[in-house]
């Protein structure tokens, strides 16, 4: 495992040259926040050594590299789901590539469900805390001592100073945000009601099938990591709307202008 990560990051280093300031790794229907990038090397999953491929519509599958609000930025369009078949190591594969490049912080995005009866179909939530109920965990089975230590602390898996630049940026910009607790399962059917009302019950604002993974993964790397999701569909156990992956899409798109904004004022004024 740690051969293939030191094998492709060698690889993204030799290309680029340069340690990155952030990662970001998009979610389904969020590639256009890559158009924002001013590209300096584009490479397709396929060319870099170890890579998985996405199968997932709306993830393209390109790793970015360019400059975004005078930032260098490394932009996964595309990311791996353990619903597709991949392992956890898989899955969490790119956030170890980034962390050998340097990388100290890390920016996702998804789509996902709202519990929470506040929100609204394209809302943006920043995600300040998680339950993470996947039935596999990424740090299971032969701790890699290089990386990381045996027993993650996970008092903080959302920076608190992240969270703060990105709601500066919304309120400048007059975009309603909120903060939630996101919800991980493993997919890829979406919930049933009575399993939106067990989200809610336990404290979830949320659900979705990814991000946690590569969070914990980031964690136990020591990585400084900010999550926003858009609410693409709402559910709960008295709610019983048919959903599929083309309305997740639209309302990804719907809610994309918002997502840029905040994204590019947290990369330019963090830190």
Known sequence: MLEKINETADFIKNIIQETPDYAVILGSGLGKLQNEVEPIHVLEYKDIPNFPQTTVAGHTGKLIYGILEGKKVLMMSGRFHYYEGHSMETVTFPVRVFHLLGIQNLI?????????????????????????????????GKNIDELGPRFVDMSEPYNKKMIAVAEKAALENNIKIHQGIYVALQG?????????????????????????????????????VFCMSVITDLGGPDIAFAVSHEEVLNAANKAMPNVITVVKGLIKNYQ
Do not use: Q, W
């Open 188 to 224: 890829p059917t979406f919930e049933t009601p009575a399993e939106y009302g067990m989200i809610k019950a336990i404290g979830g604002d949320m659900v979705g099938m990814s991000t946690v993974p590569e969070v914990i993964v980031a964690k136990h790397m020591g990585m400084d």
């Open 108 to 140: 996702l995005s998804n789509a996902c469900g709202g519990v929470n009866p506040d929100y609204s179909i394209a809302d943006v939530v920043i995600l300040k805390d998680h339950i993470n109920m996947m039935p596999e965990h990424p740090l299971r």
